[in-house]
């Protein structure tokens, strides 16, 4: 029974760390087919003006997802001035999850 309990546990555990690599991967995915990489880079690909490398230590995940869904409203309330402007995204709610998961596994 112990032992049971004990495979239940690790099964639970393994899940739930690959949904998160799921997540990250997904986001990068999602990423790339919108075409952030003509405004901003990750890992020297990219443009270089819109460095996202260290966004996940930088901006909580609550501030990315707010970039992705209201780029013009974050705009304003962070006084950015690099042109030409982020738009903000209609996406699935399952592809802004991933990518905001993606981003601020970027570090
Ligand atoms: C047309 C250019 C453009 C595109 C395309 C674009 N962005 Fe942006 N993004 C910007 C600008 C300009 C800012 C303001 C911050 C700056 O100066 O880099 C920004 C800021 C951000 C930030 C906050 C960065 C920080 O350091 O606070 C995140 C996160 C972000 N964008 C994610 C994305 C994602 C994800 C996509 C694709 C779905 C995307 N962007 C597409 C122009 C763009």
């Not at 393994?14 to 997540?23: C, G, I, L, N, P």
């Amino acid at each position: 029974m112990r032992s049971l309990v004990l495979a239940v546990m690790l099964c639970a555990g393994v899940a739930s760390f690959a949904s998160a690599e799921d997540a990250k991967a997904k986001g990068e995915k999602v990423y790339a087919d919108q075409k952030c990489s003509l405004c901003h880079s990750v890992a020297g690909k990219g443009n270089a003006k819109g460095a996202l490398d260290s966004v996940g230590s930088k901006r909580s995940a609550d501030e990315i997802r707010n970039w992705i869904t209201d780029a013009k409203g974050m705009t304003a309330k962070m006084k950015t001035t690099r042109k030409p402007d982020m738009k903000a995204y209609a996406l699935p709610k399952d592809d802004v999850d991933a990518l905001v998961a993606y981003l601020t596994s970027l570090k």
